[in-house]
């Protein structure tokens, strides 16, 4: 069976950090381009950061540059985001997604559609 499977989440204060791990199951990532995508409450669901096959390539969302670090280790099948300087707007179920597709256009971000298969979410909460 495929699958994604996401941890790492939890409630955290304004400022901290936390790490979301994305591991493969029944295949292998390294023939993926890994996409982070988070959904708050009422909101869309937003792209976030998205990795390359290789992990020489990523994009982030303007929101969470600099703050945010998106990384791959094939070896283990697993798929990193570094999560620092949380803010309550931070706050939503993020979810990793895998595509066989990477561009340098960045749809990566842009096209949700374009993934074909998902995790079942971690919810990240920024409060104090």
């Known amino acids: 069976q495929l699958q994604l499977v996401e941890s790492g989440g939890g409630l955290v204060q304004p400022g901290g950090s936390l790490r979301l791990s994305c591991v493969a199951s029944?295949?292998?990532?390294?023939?993926?381009?890994i996409g982070w995508f988070r959904q708050a409450p009422g909101k869309e669901r937003e792209g976030v950061s998205c990795?390359?096959?290789?992990?020489?390539?990523?994009y982030s969302t303007d929101s969470v540059k600099g703050r945010f670090t998106i990384s791959r280790d094939n070896a283990k099948n697993t798929v990193y985001l570094q999560m620092n300087g949380l803010k309550p707007e931070d706050t939503a179920v993020y979810y990793c997604?895998?595509?066989?597709?990477?561009?340098?256009?960045?749809?990566?971000?842009?096209?949700?559609?374009?993934?074909?298969?998902w995790g079942q979410g971690t919810q990240v909460t920024v409060s104090s």
């Open positions: 029944g295949f292998s990532l390294d023939s993926y381009a």
């Open positions: 997604a895998a595509r066989p597709i990477w561009d340098s256009f960045g749809t990566c971000l842009r096209k949700s559609i374009t993934y074909n298969y």
């Open positions: 990795i390359s096959q290789s992990g020489k390539n990523a």
